[in-house]
């Protein structure tokens, strides 16, 4: 397994695509922020002398996004895990694999752990460029009734995991489906659906009433601490720090339970499946 | 000792039967000629010993250990296969090729070792350094592809169609490097189309059809038991035939491409008194013993077999 692990590994670093994403990863915030800092510019022309211009983008904004799946490079990622896991099949050197005798699980295990390392890198890099350039050009409002430490804890954990979950639906898809193309096409609705999906939910409902989506959408927790966090500050009135944690724990319960689910799933199927 | 054994070894797909009942024996040592039209079987089966397709029926077993046993895995870590294509990763060169190689069939080896396996398949290391395997020739990636078969240290090499996009002198060099290996205890499972080269290796042969092994022979009994026959390059081959099988009554004529073969142990002086009573005229006469070729055409009951 440690070698078939090393082996990926050497196969992701030597991939073009890595370099692509790394490329990606590293330029996307810079058009972004240069972006968002012109369209404060434009938002302050034609104010009178003594009017404040209301500023469109914050440094909470921006950073608050930096782990969506839907927000520019969120959606990137997972489909590039996916090609990755993916191109071993359209190689043929998945049979070079099984005809070694390493056992399926193991060879599956390992193409999960390269596609969450690459993600869970991609992203990282893609947050840290962000995070950077907008305390660089923006304002970062901080709350002095919340444990700042602990909400940036909460936000990069579950930023982390949210994409940890999406790796784990892209192996998934690429180790059933075997063909680029639906399981980049798979890899993309599926986050959509997911966030979309929750959108929904945060916008008709109250936490406590929609409580059971923690359970049922992966992705509901982690939107809804991110915009508390950082987006909308005002939303965290109320809440204690003990709601807080607990909230934690079952949006990353929820979490671990779809990734299992989803890692069962492939697992079944590809160890089932003959390889042409 | 057994390397291969399989028993009504049977694969369906979708209600066709690819593989039907086959039982084969490979011992140590062989180079085992697997040999069918396309679509007899040949790949399916090796799918199958080779772990990519499950059996629909019988079994098989690897080094007599059985292949729904644990320790199946230990023993398929001693065989090596190209099945189809050798496939390989297009966009790095043939070194980290080899390199992800041992990492996959976990062996540690440097990159001396490495270079030194590219020269014995016939790869110069040198000229290839910088190369990507996607823009190897076909012939280049199927030397690589066996070295990276090699790159185990494999005792049971299997080979689908290994003779596939090779020159001449590639032919050469794989089968000096098959001999070769087969000499330092390397056991082989070969399916070719190519049966003249097959003739040269094999020590033994199956004969696939329609997925249904016909025949398991060792080339020492094939030769042993080899039928003589005449091959005669008739000016006008359908009087020939027809004047050597209503006058000569020998069992086995066929007419093929102009030339008339008469099998088994003819007498030769009786085959030139009916041509001469017939007044029939020849450009030459050849006395041949059978090769695999003869034997799995008259196996399939191919060409017009009196």
Excluded: W
């Excluded at chain 1, 980049?184 to 409580?211: D, P």
């Excluded at chain 2, 794989?174 to 056991?187: D, H, K, S, Y």
Aim: with cysteine.
């Amino acid at each position: 397994m440690k070698r078939l692990l090393k082996a990926d590994i050497y196969r992701m670093l030597k991939s073009r695509l890595t370099m692509v994403a790394l490329i990606l990863v590293a330029a996307f915030p810079v058009l972004l922020v240069l972006m968002y800092v012109g369209i404060n510019a434009l938002a302050g022309i034609g104010m009178e002398d003594g009017e404040e211009a209301v500023s469109l983008f914050t440094a909470n904004t921006i950073v608050g996004s930096a782990y969506s799946l839907t927000n520019n490079i969120g959606l990137v990622i997972p489909a590039f895990a996916g090609i990755l896991v993916c191109s071993d099949y359209t190689n043929g050197t998945l049979r070079n694999k099984v005809i070694a005798g390493n056992r399926r699980t193991d060879i599956y295990f390992s193409h999960l752990l390269t596609s969450i390392i690459f993600s869970v890198v991609m992203i990282t890099l893609y947050a840290a460029v962000t995070t950077g350039l907008s305390l660089l050009f923006f304002d970062f409002k901080k709350d002095p009734s919340v444990n700042m430490g602990l909400e940036i804890l909460y936000f990069v954990l579950y930023g982390t995991m949210s994409f940890v979950f999406m790796a784990t639906l892209s192996t998934m898809l690429a180790m059933v489906l075997r063909n680029i193309a639906p399981t980049i096409i798979f890899s993309v609705v599926a986050a959509i659906v997911l966030v979309a999906l929750c959108s929904v939910l945060m916008l008709i409902g109250s936490q406590e009433k929609y409580r059971y989506a923690f359970y049922l959408i992966p992705t509901y927790c982690s939107n809804y601490f991110n915009l508390q966090s950082f987006s909308v500050l005002g939303l965290l009135a109320g809440n204690g720090g003990d709601s807080r944690g607990l909230m934690f724990a079952e949006g990353m319960g929820s979490y671990v339970f779809f990734s299992v689910l989803n890692t069962v799933i492939g697992i079944l199927v590809f160890n089932k499946r003959d390889i042409k | 000792m057994n390397v291969l054994t399989t028993e009504g070894l049977s694969k369906a797909y979708k209600g066709h039967l690819a593989v039907n009942k086959v039982s084969m024996h490979i011992e140590q040592g062989d180079i085992y000629g697997f040999v069918g039209e396309n679509g007899a079987g040949k790949t399916t089966l090796i799918r199958l010993v080779t772990g990519l397709s499950a059996p629909t029926e019988g079994t098989y077993s690897l080094y007599d250990i059985p292949y729904q046993s644990k320790d199946i895995y230990g023993v398929r870590r001693r065989t090596g296969a190209i099945v189809e294509t050798a496939t390989m990763n297009r966009y790095m060169t043939a070194l980290e090729n080899l390199r992800v190689q041992c990492n996959i069939v976990g062996v540690s080896k440097t990159d001396e070792e490495l270079i030194q396996l590219l020269s014995r398949v016939g790869l110069d290391y040198e000229a290839i350094k910088k190369k990507k395997a996607g823009n190897f020739s076909l012939g280049m990636r199927q030397r690589l592809g066996i070295a990276m078969v090699m790159v185990s240290d494999a005792d049971f090499v299997i080979l689908d169609e290994p003779m596939n996009g090779l020159d001449p002198q590639g032919f050469i060099e794989i089968r000096e490097t098959i001999l070769r290996l087969n000499r330092e205890g390397v056991t082989f499972l070969i399916s070719s189309h190519i049966l003249s080269e097959l003739d040269k290796i094999c020590t033994k042969i199956g004969v696939i059809s329609h997925g249904e092994l016909l025949e398991e022979i060792r080339m020492k009994d094939l030769h042993e038991n080899a039928r003589r026959r005449i091959v005669i390059d008739a000016m006008d081959p359908p009087a020939m035939y027809s004047a050597l099988k209503t006058q000569g009554a020998f069992p086995e004529i066929s007419e093929s491409d102009g030339k008339i073969v008469v099998y088994g142990d003819a007498d030769l002086n009786r085959i030139m008194q009916i041509l001469v009573e017939n007044s029939l005229s020849v450009r030459s006469v050849n006395t041949l013993e059978e090769t695999i070729e003869d034997h799995y055409i008259r196996l399939l009951g191919r060409g017009r077999i009196a």
